[in-house]
Protein backbone atom coordinates (compact mmCIF):
# COMPACT_ATOMS: atom_id res chain seq x y z
CA UNK A 1 0.00 0.00 0.00
CA UNK A 2 1.28 3.38 -0.90
CA UNK A 3 0.67 6.72 0.44
CA UNK A 4 1.79 10.05 -0.25
CA UNK A 5 5.74 11.16 0.76
CA UNK A 6 7.16 14.32 0.17
CA UNK A 7 9.73 12.99 -2.11
CA UNK A 8 6.91 12.27 -4.42
CA UNK A 9 7.04 16.46 -4.98
CA UNK A 10 7.42 17.80 -8.06
CA UNK A 11 7.06 21.42 -6.92
CA UNK A 12 3.84 22.38 -7.94
CA UNK A 13 1.04 21.95 -5.54
CA UNK A 14 -1.90 21.81 -8.06
CA UNK A 15 0.27 18.70 -9.51
CA UNK A 16 1.24 17.31 -6.69
CA UNK A 17 -2.53 17.20 -5.52
CA UNK A 18 -3.40 15.55 -8.50
CA UNK A 19 -0.88 12.98 -8.05
CA UNK A 20 -1.94 12.60 -4.19
CA UNK A 21 -5.26 11.56 -5.56
CA UNK A 22 -4.53 9.04 -8.06
CA UNK A 23 -1.70 6.87 -5.48
CA UNK A 24 -4.93 7.07 -3.23
CA UNK A 25 -7.65 5.34 -5.92
CA UNK A 26 -4.59 3.25 -7.08
CA UNK A 27 -4.24 2.23 -3.39
CA UNK A 28 -8.19 2.20 -2.95
CA UNK A 29 -8.64 0.21 -6.13
CA UNK A 30 -5.57 -2.63 -5.23
CA UNK A 31 -7.09 -2.95 -1.99
CA UNK A 32 -10.69 -4.13 -3.43
CA UNK A 33 -9.29 -6.14 -6.02
CA UNK A 34 -6.99 -7.56 -3.59
CA UNK A 35 -9.20 -8.05 -0.52
CA UNK A 36 -12.60 -8.88 -2.46
CA UNK A 37 -12.23 -12.57 -4.00
CA UNK A 38 -15.83 -12.25 -5.23
CA UNK A 39 -15.14 -9.58 -7.55
CA UNK A 40 -15.96 -10.47 -11.12
CA UNK A 41 -14.33 -9.64 -13.99
CA UNK A 42 -16.35 -7.29 -15.19
CA UNK A 43 -16.34 -5.33 -11.19
CA UNK A 44 -12.58 -5.32 -11.60
CA UNK A 45 -12.46 -4.13 -15.39
CA UNK A 46 -14.83 -1.21 -13.98
CA UNK A 47 -12.37 -0.47 -11.19
CA UNK A 48 -9.35 -0.40 -13.67
CA UNK A 49 -11.52 1.73 -16.30
CA UNK A 50 -12.13 4.46 -13.29
CA UNK A 51 -9.00 4.96 -12.51
CA UNK A 52 -7.54 4.70 -16.39
CA UNK A 53 -10.04 7.98 -16.29
CA UNK A 54 -8.85 9.68 -14.05
CA UNK A 55 -4.94 8.67 -14.99
CA UNK A 56 -5.77 10.07 -18.62
CA UNK A 57 -7.34 13.13 -17.35
CA UNK A 58 -4.29 13.82 -15.56
CA UNK A 59 -1.64 13.06 -18.34
CA UNK A 60 -3.86 15.65 -20.58
CA UNK A 61 -3.89 18.08 -17.98
CA UNK A 62 -0.58 17.76 -16.82
CA UNK A 63 0.76 17.87 -20.46
CA UNK A 64 -1.51 21.14 -21.37
CA UNK A 65 -0.07 22.75 -18.41
CA UNK A 66 2.87 21.72 -19.26
CA UNK A 67 2.82 22.79 -23.06
CA UNK A 68 1.54 26.21 -21.52
CA UNK A 69 4.91 26.45 -19.61
CA UNK A 70 6.62 25.92 -22.68
CA UNK A 71 8.72 22.05 -21.44
CA UNK A 72 11.52 21.52 -23.34
CA UNK A 73 11.09 17.75 -22.68
CA UNK A 74 7.34 17.63 -23.05
CA UNK A 75 7.08 15.65 -25.94
CA UNK A 76 9.54 12.43 -24.36
CA UNK A 77 7.58 13.05 -20.86
CA UNK A 78 4.09 12.79 -23.14
CA UNK A 79 5.25 9.60 -24.50
CA UNK A 80 5.93 8.04 -20.74
CA UNK A 81 2.38 8.65 -20.57
CA UNK A 82 0.97 7.29 -23.40
CA UNK A 83 3.50 4.08 -22.26
CA UNK A 84 1.46 3.85 -19.23
CA UNK A 85 -1.93 4.02 -20.39
CA UNK A 86 -1.57 2.08 -23.31
CA UNK A 87 -0.14 -0.89 -20.51
CA UNK A 88 -3.31 0.21 -18.61
CA UNK A 89 -5.33 -0.56 -21.60
CA UNK A 90 -4.21 -3.38 -22.77
CA UNK A 91 -4.60 -5.08 -19.38
CA UNK A 92 -7.99 -4.19 -19.15
CA UNK A 93 -8.85 -5.64 -22.84
CA UNK A 94 -7.34 -8.83 -21.58
CA UNK A 95 -9.27 -9.42 -18.81
CA UNK A 96 -12.05 -11.43 -20.20
CA UNK A 97 -9.70 -13.50 -22.31
CA UNK A 98 -6.87 -14.47 -20.43
CA UNK A 99 -5.82 -14.91 -16.71
CA UNK A 100 -4.48 -12.02 -14.46
CA UNK A 101 -3.37 -12.36 -11.37
CA UNK A 102 -4.34 -9.86 -9.25
CA UNK A 103 -1.21 -9.11 -7.79
CA UNK A 104 0.14 -8.10 -11.11
CA UNK A 105 -2.68 -5.36 -11.90
CA UNK A 106 -1.48 -3.80 -8.16
CA UNK A 107 1.89 -3.85 -9.78
CA UNK A 108 1.01 -1.78 -12.68
CA UNK A 109 -1.60 0.25 -10.06
CA UNK A 110 0.80 1.74 -7.91
CA UNK A 111 4.11 0.46 -8.54
CA UNK A 112 4.41 1.82 -12.06
CA UNK A 113 2.44 4.85 -10.80
CA UNK A 114 4.88 5.62 -7.93
CA UNK A 115 7.58 4.75 -10.78
CA UNK A 116 6.30 7.80 -12.94
CA UNK A 117 5.77 9.76 -10.18
CA UNK A 118 9.34 9.62 -8.38
CA UNK A 119 11.35 9.05 -11.73
CA UNK A 120 9.57 10.53 -14.69
CA UNK A 121 7.66 13.75 -12.96
CA UNK A 122 10.87 13.76 -10.81
CA UNK A 123 12.59 15.27 -13.91
CA UNK A 124 10.06 18.40 -14.31
CA UNK A 125 10.88 19.58 -9.89
CA UNK A 126 13.71 21.49 -10.99
CA UNK A 127 11.83 23.29 -14.36
CA UNK A 128 9.02 23.54 -12.26
CA UNK A 129 10.43 25.37 -9.06
CA UNK A 130 12.46 27.72 -11.99
CA UNK A 131 8.97 29.03 -12.56
CA UNK A 132 7.32 31.53 -10.28
CA UNK A 133 4.21 30.84 -8.96
CA UNK A 134 1.69 33.57 -10.69
CA UNK A 135 3.12 32.27 -13.99
CA UNK A 136 1.98 29.74 -13.01
CA UNK A 137 -1.03 29.96 -11.78
CA UNK A 138 -1.91 32.78 -14.60
CA UNK A 139 -1.40 30.10 -17.43
CA UNK A 140 -2.77 27.07 -15.50
CA UNK A 141 -4.33 24.92 -17.54
CA UNK A 142 -4.97 22.69 -14.52
CA UNK A 143 -6.98 25.24 -12.70
CA UNK A 144 -9.52 25.19 -16.21
CA UNK A 145 -12.21 23.34 -16.54
CA UNK A 146 -12.11 19.91 -16.98
CA UNK A 147 -12.81 18.44 -20.24
CA UNK A 148 -14.46 15.15 -20.67
CA UNK A 149 -12.14 12.42 -20.65
CA UNK A 150 -13.65 8.65 -22.33
CA UNK A 151 -11.53 5.99 -22.54
CA UNK A 152 -11.96 2.35 -24.71
CA UNK A 153 -10.32 -0.92 -24.50
CA UNK A 154 -8.78 -2.00 -27.18
CA UNK A 155 -9.79 -5.38 -28.68
CA UNK A 156 -8.36 -8.53 -27.38
CA UNK A 157 -5.20 -9.83 -29.23
Known amino acids: MNTW???F???????????????????RTCLKIDSNTA???ADIKHLLLDFAALTTHHFSREECFLAELGYPKLESHASKHASFTS?????IARIDTQPIARS??????????IHHILVED?????FLT???????TDRSALTKA????????????
Open 5 to 7: EDD
Open 9 to 27: SVGDPTLDSQHRQLILLAT
Open 39 to 41: LSN
Open 87 to 91: TLLAC
Open 104 to 113: DLCVLLEDRL
Open 122 to 126: AALRP
Open 130 to 136: AIPVQTK
Open 146 to 157: PRQTTITTPEPT
